[in-house]
Each structure stands twice: as structure tokens, then as C-alpha cells.
């Protein structure tokens, strides 16, 4: 497999910012109390990474948000790597008629500012020693280094090429891939990446549905062909429903 070429990899180093300014994504306990975000992962946290044992592994997860599952496989024995793309390219927005992206840009650029003070703010809470990494994900250079594990946790619905992702992430790894994603039991089992932006939707956050045969076989081809499947329920703070969700979990063969 070819290396793509990559515009810098930088190692990401801050001060603690204050509680005001964090806006958590996941839900987490802090010595104050709990502090809710969109989705509490809590509950079923071991089902979301799909049962894998973290102790003794190097882990490379893309788009840690909040933190809360690097911290987490930290707990359980992970040494973390954790990549988010520079703020210039954040994720990728769908475009869409008579739109202002650019005000849409400057609004995401707040929030997403207050999650990655959330994920600074539980990084000193607790002494971390996960380490962030700002990078384009589709080519993570090898300056980054190997990994056991790859974790790309609900980040592909957001992307406009999901295969680059998978692939950017699988180049560095040696063992495992780990893929959660919203499960759609209507699309059946074929290998889909059904569209679901529309022109009257609003929506310009999300892209896909994605199918686990389309992550199984997506990960075969890059070499993981032994994979399993699970499914699973996490909650949505927004309205407190468990929703659907599954996780792939494929080893190099």
C-alpha cells in the first residue's frame, strides 16, 4: 500500500481550561457531580468497543471528542494515541443549496472548541498520559507510530469518504480494528453506505448509514479478514432512548 503524502503532524500540549468553557459530548462524573453530554456511554461501554481487551496495547483512536473512551481504555491498561484533524479542516460539512457554510464553520468552530477544552479538562482531572496528535486522518504519517488497536467510534457517519478514514487508521495498525457505528436494521446485510443527506434536510453534520458488512468487508480489503459483529444500545441523552448501534471487531490474517 502506497504512503499518501501528509501536510505535518503536530503533538498537542495545553493547560487545563475551566469547567465553563468545556461543553462535554459524553456524559461523565466528575468529583462535583455529573455532567451530561449527548450520549452516555457509561452503561455499555464494554459492548460500544466491542468486548476488547485493552491491557499492555498501544491504541490509536480517531476523534477522541470528549475523551471519554480514551480515558477509559487508558483505565483499563491502553497506552492511547488519539488523532483529530487541525481546525482549518474539521470534518467534512455536506454542502447544500442556498447555505452559509461559512457561518456554519464559525459556529462548529465554537462548539467543537468547547469539547476539546472538555477533553483538556478531564486530561489533568485525572493525570492522563494520552497523547494528541493533530493530523489529516485519511494519512497519518508513521512518524505517528504502530498501534495494536484502532478505534474509529462514530466518526465515519460524519465523513465524506469513509474508506479513506477506515484506511488512514488501518495503515497504522497491526492488530486490531475496532468500528462502532448507528445500526439500521432496514438496510438489510449487504454492504451499503446508503446516502442520507438530502437537499431539504438541513442537516449538514452527517452523511451516511452504514452497514456492518460494508465495515467487514471494508477491513478485509485492507487486510483485518477475521471479523465479528455485535450489536447494542446506547443512550441519548437528548431523550434518554437507547439507540441502536453495532461494533466491528476485525484482526489482521
Not at 73 to 92: I, N, Q
Not at 148 to 164: E, K, Q, T, Y
Not at 182 to 209: F, I, M, N, Q, S
Request: contains cysteine; charged residues 25%; hydrophobic residues 40%.
Amino acid at each position: 500500500m502506497p504512503e499518501l503524502t501528509y501536510p505535518g503532524l503536530v503533538e498537542i500540549h495545553r493547560a487545563p481550561p475551566s469547567l465553563d468553557e468545556c461543553r462535554f459530548y459524553h456524559t461523565v462524573d466528575l468529583p462535583d457531580g455529573e455532567r451530561r453530554g449527548q450520549w452516555d456511554l457509561r452503561p455499555g461501554v464494554q459492548a460500544y468497543l466491542g468486548g476488547v481487551s485493552f491491557k499492555g496495547k498501544a491504541v490509536l483512536e480517531i476523534g477522541p471528542a470528549s475523551g471519554f473512551l480514551s480515558f477509559h481504555m487508558e483505565r483499563a491498561g491502553a497506552a492511547v494515541t488519539a488523532v483529530e484533524p487541525p481546525m482549518e479542516r474539521l470534518w467534512d460539512f455536506v454542502p447544500m443549496p442556498d447555505f452559509d457554510a461559512a457561518a456554519h464553520r464559525r459556529a462548529r468552530h465554537r462548539d467543537i472548541d468547547g469539547v476539546r477544552n472538555s477533553f483538556w479538562y478531564l486530561h489533568h482531572l485525572y493525570g492522563s498520559r494520552v497523547r494528541l496528535l493533530e493530523t489529516v486522518p485519511e494519512a497519518i504519517p508513521a512518524e505517528a507510530g504502530e498501534f495494536d488497536v484502532g478505534l474509529i467510534a462514530a466518526v465515519l457517519l460524519h465523513c465524506r469518504a469513509p474508506f479513506d478514514i477506515i484506511e488512514g487508521c488501518a495503515r497504522r495498525v497491526r492488530g486490531t480494528m475496532i468500528v462502532t457505528e448507528l445500526y439500521d436494521a432496514t438496510l438489510g446485510e449487504r454492504p451499503l453506505c446508503h446516502l442520507l443527506a438530502r437537499p431539504h434536510v438541513k442537516e449538514v453534520d452527517t452523511w451516511w448509514a452504514l452497514t456492518p458488512a460494508f465495515i467487514v468487508n471494508a477491513l478485509g480489503l485492507l487486510g483485518f479478514g477475521r471479523a465479528t459483529v455485535g450489536t447494542h444500545h446506547q443512550k441519548r441523552e437528548l431523550d434518554g432512548q437507547g439507540i441502536p448501534m453495532f461494533t466491528v471487531v476485525a484482526h489482521r490474517t
